[in-house]
């Protein structure tokens, strides 16, 4: 009996350890799972200028079946995605009288022979300051707005809201093999963005929130250099003043990371360029990295201007690079895609092509579906930073959006928002959900909430007038 005993006394005692063991291996893990959001509303940020697509209808495989499918990529880019801001592109080419664009889409010449013509420049005449209408043939801009932006335009204002014109001048002259170029002539740079704003006032009565100055000044454009780009914003700031409109350029929009903020501080020695440029833009192809990004946020403090990540196509936008983009270079504005790419095509029937949102798409509107233009992001910790990583806003509306991307499964407990009613969404990567039911805060004004593995989670007290893609 006593060696019974003392059996079940050993045998009590190592159960014991093992179930303590246990019991902090669990903590351990439950804690882990755990994070903490405080969320702050003195802590103010960069307030949002708008998600940005390029105005591109174009498919390589079917270009005839675009027609069929473009009106549901206007609505969901609208209600699903929440698109509210537009690069409208203009080519260099538009002036000349060769009516290169008007032949290529007739079928007259081919992409090969287009190509190089749609760069090329001829003067429309030897006096900056005398526009010659018939030395412009602005047919291919013309064709954009009709097929594509105004359907977004229109589809935006029903919802209450006022879509973005971000009008971008490219001009990729390393492509121009026979032929001429003038726009490196600041006051030939100013006549041409002033006829282009006369043009759109004329026939469509508007003109764009923003000019950007030079698509990629950095990708074979050997005419342009910092200098240049500042004394052609100065003409082109002139020039618009002179006949009523006010200047807000977009600049410098290189193609490598790096080269921004050297290219900013060279065309601030240029006087009246930098006070008419309302956002400092790049992209992301060459040394992406955070320590550029927040080279790119300082230079933006430094100089009073907010900042934009304008491109980075072919999967490159993803949430993390975009969490990058608005933490680390204080993004006020950003673009991953051309408004085609947002979404998947199936072309399995080809007279009714089936569209969905791509999988990049779904994770990324978890922010720009939940937080509008004009939003205020405001200060937003964690208590697991490592895997739980929030940015919080407050819209126009006064409405919040808590997003957190997350490296696994996490209960999160959310503190610092109003009282009141939240809709809870989330992307996986297999998978969109909308939560059916709001959630509550509860009797200390937190909201505790699930998110089930890796992913982008929101917590939106947005009204938004039509829903987001359930599950897709």
């Known amino acids: 009996m006593d060696k019974e005993t003392g059996f079940l006394k050993v045998a009590r005692a190592k159960s014991a350890t093992v179930l303590a ?197 950095d990708n074979g454009q050997k005419q342009w250099n910092p200098t240049v780009m500042g004394k052609a914003i100065a003409a082109a700031s002139r020039r618009l003043k002179e006949n009523g409109f006010t200047p807000a350029f977009v600049a410098p929009s290189t193609m490598d990371m790096a080269r921004a903020v050297p290219w900013i501080e060279e065309i601030a020695k240029i006087p009246g360029a930098m006070e008419n440029i309302v956002e400092f833009s790049y992209h992301r192809y060459h040394n992406s990295n955070a320590e550029n990004a927040k080279a790119i946020r300082a230079a933006g403090e430094r100089f009073g201007k907010p900042t934009g990540m304008l491109e980075w196509w072919f999967g490159n936008g993803t949430y993390e690079v975009l969490r990058e983009d608005i933490i680390d270079a204080g993004n006020a504005a950003w673009q991953g895609q051309v408004l085609r790419t947002l979404f998947a095509v199936d072309f399995a029937d080809p007279n009714k092509p089936a569209v969905s949102i791509a999988t990049d798409t779904r994770m990324n509107l978890q922010y720009c579906h939940n937080v509008r233009r004009g939003a205020q992001r405001i200060g937003a910790e964690s208590t697991d930073p490592g895997n739980t990583r929030p940015v919080a806003f407050i819209n126009p509306d006064k409405s919040y959006a808590i997003i957190a991307d997350t490296k696994g499964p996490v209960t999160m407990t959310i503190r610092g928002i109003p009282a009141g009613q939240y809709t809870v969404s989330y992307a996986l990567q297999d998978r969109s959900v909308v939560e059916p039911a709001p959630v509550k805060t509860d009797v200390n004004s937190e909201i505790t909430v699930r998110m089930p593995g890796r992913g982008v989670i929101t917590v939106s007290s947005f009204k938004s007038t039509v829903g987001q893609p359930q599950s897709r």
């Open 21 to 217: 063991a246990l019991t902090s291996l669990l903590a351990v893990a439950c804690a882990q799972e755990r994070a903490g959001i405080t969320v702050d509303p003195s802590v103010r940020h960069q307030i949002m200028r708008g998600w940005e697509v390029t105005t591109d209808m174009s498919d390589d495989d079917h270009p005839e079946a675009v027609g069929l499918y473009q009106e549901q990529v206007y609505d969901m880019a609208v209600s699903d995605v929440g698109i509210d801001r537009v690069r409208l592109e203009i080519r260099s080419g538009a002036e000349n009288q060769n009516g290169a664009w008007k032949k290529f889409v007739a079928g007259q010449i081919s992409y090969q022979d287009w190509r190089p013509l749609r760069y090329t420049t001829v003067n429309d005449n030897d006096d900056a300051n005398v526009i010659n209408w018939a030395g412009f043939d602005f047919s291919e801009l013309d064709e954009n707005i009709d097929r594509v932006l105004l359907p977004l335009k229109s589809r935006i204002e029903q919802r209450g809201e006022r879509l973005f014109i971000n009008l971008c001048y490219v001009a990729f002259t390393d492509q121009i093999t026979n032929g001429g170029y003038d726009h490196d002539r600041p006051e030939e740079y100013g006549e041409f963005v002033l006829a282009t704003y006369l043009h759109l006032q004329e026939k469509y009565g508007f003109t764009p929130d923003s000019w950007e100055v030079l698509l990629e000044p």
